[in-house]
């Protein structure tokens, strides 16, 4: 990749598709649907996540298109096989110097979660970091009350790095603690060999 079109691959948010995933550029067109999300499943009622409340997503895409325009993150949509939207992710904290980024602020309609979707579309997402962008490290945060996202991020095979105490503030105002993992680049082959295992030998019931 010439080094016009790697600068290029940093500002603008791809398309990923998979069997059980898509993700497309999030765009204000899926508010209604991230709204429906968050009221039929209550994720925004958990005080430890930054999940939206339905009246708020709006703004929350709003958000998320302005730090995309700074330079500071990659947003997108998440769509199952049908192309229903089931929820959103992104990049953030882009630092193409180094070259790394923080893959988060990734909620999933509960019907979805710990399915063959949260797999496909993290193994679309590090070949994307690591194969189109190049980078050294890819890094996950979350808040240590978040043991459901902790266990999510370690089965993925990341590695905890370690806990930043205080780190900065949970939506409801209290401090949080926050558990960082990462991914290397040298240890990206092996995840994504265990990222299609998992796929490869999924079994609904039997969650990856």
């Known amino acids: ?27 204000p067109a899926h508010a209604d649907a991230l709204a429906n999300v968050t009221r039929d499943s209550g994720l925004h009622t958990a005080w430890y996540t930054n999940v939206p409340a339905p009246d708020d997503v709006p703004r929350y895409i709003d958000k998320a298109l302005e730090a995309q325009a700074a330079g500071e993150a990659l947003a997108f949509a998440v769509l199952d096989a049908d192309g229903s939207v089931v929820g959103s992710t992104r990049f953030y904290d882009l630092d193409a110097a180094v070259p790394n980024l923080k893959i988060g602020y990734t909620w999933y309609a509960p019907r979805v979660q710990r399915t063959a979707l949260n797999t496909e579309a993290k193994l679309l997402l590090f070949t994307h970091a690591f194969d189109v962008l ?45 558990v960082v993992f990462s991914v290397i680049d040298a240890e990206w082959p092996a995840v994504r060999r265990h990222l299609r295992f998992k796929l490869d030998t999924f079994k609904p019931d039997s969650p990856p």
């Open 1 to 27: 990749m010439g080094e016009r079109a790697a600068d290029a691959a940093w500002t603008r948010t791809p398309t990923l598709t998979g069997r059980h995933v898509s993700l497309v550029p999030l765009a």
């Open 134 to 178: 190049g980078c050294a490290s890819v890094a996950f945060e979350t808040s240590w009350f978040n043991h459901t996202s902790r266990a999510a991020i370690a089965r993925l095979g990341a590695k905890q790095d370690g806990v930043l105490r205080h780190h900065k503030r949970h939506a409801d105002g209290s401090l949080r603690d926050t």
